[in-house]
């Protein structure tokens, strides 16, 4: 028995069996470290998980707000862009502005930038006589539509026979400051010489515009006028201003232009480049509702105060 009891190994001082060959004493120090890399491990993983979680967050938004910026250029004011190219402009021009908040509404506005069709015959009764009918010069008939552009008619007999007509818009500019910006244009021009008509090129006159014709000292021309008018504020409503001058030019200076300005709302004429005392220069015509004056071409310009027509 006492063999078979001590098969174990000597009894330890404590009592307990001694630790065989085979067994290896546990280093207390072993299972904590392993445990903490472990934890170590994890935490890092989570680090990163959380990092690329931000990172793709991030990419999101910043797409998204790149994607926003254009929407929120288109959808500017365009009174804000215009301000902003206004405020560009002074700059250079070294001039300095108040800036303001609403654009308020200038002295004078144009009208009578969509005009209607032209047609029909004279506006007015013509004379049988005098300047571009039966005598050398120009007869010049002009009548407002309700958008404030003129049916002109003009009516030329030259001293001599020329080969070329020369159109022109007339020097509005010239009426006053509320006429700076005009622009005079002429649109859906006709012109006939002799018995032809002949061709303008888009029926329109912007610029002086040289025309062959044959050998004639008579000639036609229809036309619209358009960017002429103003508004005359503070008025009376629809009360409005626009200036006017013979479309034919290339003519002699003193070559006589009688001016018919026809219509119920004509309410009279002023002839600018005359000395001051002779401006107002109107005359009521007996047989209609019509003003007319008689200039010579190089101070054939007039204003004209009228109300626009009833629609």
């Not at 190994?9 to 903490?36: C, E, F, I, L, Y």
């Not at 515009?209 to 036309?223: G, I, P, S």
């Amino acid at each position: 028995m006492a063999k078979h009891a001590g098969v174990g190994g000597p009894v330890s001082a404590v009592g307990g069996p001694a630790p065989s060959r085979d067994q290896h004493p546990r280093t207390p120090a072993a299972g904590p470290k392993h445990a903490g890399s472990k934890r170590a491990g994890t935490r890092r993983i989570v680090v990163l998980a959380v990092l690329a979680v931000v990172a793709a967050t991030a990419v999101v938004i910043i797409s998204r707000l790149n994607s926003a910026t254009p929407d929120r250029a288109a959808s500017a004011s365009p009174s804000t862009s215009s301000s902003r190219l206004e405020s560009t402009a002074t700059k250079a021009s070294g001039t300095s502005t108040v800036p303001t908040t609403s654009v308020q509404p200038a002295l004078s506005i144009a009208v009578g930038s969509v005009p209607a069709p032209l047609a029909g015959p004279p506006p007015a009764l013509l004379p049988q006589t005098g300047p571009g009918l039966t005598q050398p010069g120009i007869l010049l008939v002009a009548t407002p539509a309700t958008d404030g552009t003129f049916d002109v008619l003009e009516r030329i007999r030259l001293l001599n026979p020329v080969s070329v007509v020369t159109l022109r818009p007339a020097p509005v500019d010239r009426a006053g400051q509320q006429f700076a910006a005009a622009s005079g244009a002429a649109t859906q021009v006709q012109v006939t010489a002799g018995d032809q008509p002949i061709v303008v090129p888009g029926a329109k006159v912007g610029a002086t515009t040289n025309l062959a014709v044959a050998e004639v000292d008579q000639f036609e021309v229809r036309y619209r006028l358009t960017d002429v008018t103003v508004m005359s504020t503070p008025s009376t409503p629809g009360r409005a201003l626009a200036a006017i001058g013979p479309l034919t030019g290339g003519v002699a200076d003193d070559l006589p232009v009688l001016f018919i300005v026809t219509g119920d709302t004509i309410l009279g004429l002023n002839c600018p480049l005359l000395p001051f005392s002779q401006q107002s220069c109107g005359s009521r015509v007996q047989t209609g509702p019509s003003i007319e004056r008689e200039l010579p071409w190089r101070l054939a310009l007039t204003s004209v105060q009228f109300d626009l027509p009833p629609a």
